[in-house]
């Protein structure tokens, strides 16, 4: 199968073993954040269970799905991830992604990695004034920079 390096497009075979980063990578996945529930606030239903399904390849074990930012507060509350995924619009009604993440991150230290097709330099502004260690992925994105930013969480943001 073709490997466009891009979510949407399902790679075959060529993935490293749970945890490890291919060698363009940074390192790897530590097994304690591997094993840290991972929250996935993304209001696309394929886009959310294809990050499902490259955050289970990468080795992650518990992964909970909400579409809305108010679900994804009270999922937070119960769930307490050791990583966020959020796109940032959420849709035509409610709070956006980085107000969800920013009210989630009030009660605890969590990183943030956002995956976004629409990151204006509004939003961009706002993640750097509020959420300065969050990282920023714009969609298409491709595997092995996936791979780098969770290793870069991992390092900056040891999970509680």
């Not at 891009?6 to 591997?34: K, N």
């Amino acid at each position: 199968m073709l490997d466009h390096g891009v979510i949407g497009w399902r790679c075959s075979g060529d993935r490293p073993p749970p945890g490890d980063v291919s060698p363009d990578g940074a390192g790897s996945l530590p097994q304690a954040f591997l094993e840290q529930p991972v929250l996935i606030i993304e209001d696309e239903a394929m886009i959310a269970w294809t990050l499902d399904s490259l955050l289970e390849d990468l080795g992650f074990v518990s992964i909970t799905i909400t579409a809305r930012g108010e679900d994804a507060i009270a999922a937070a509350t119960q769930l307490q991830p050791g990583l966020i995924v959020s796109d940032i619009n959420l849709g035509i009604r409610g709070m956006d992604g980085i107000a969800a993440t920013i009210a989630i991150r009030r009660t605890r230290l969590i990183p943030i990695l956002f995956v976004t097709g629409h990151a204006g330099a509004d939003a961009t502004a706002r993640i750097g004034h509020d959420l300065p260690d969050a990282l920023v992925l714009r969609k298409p994105i491709a595997y092995s920079d996936l791979q780098r930013a969770l290793v870069r969480l991992s390092q900056a943001l040891k999970p509680s």
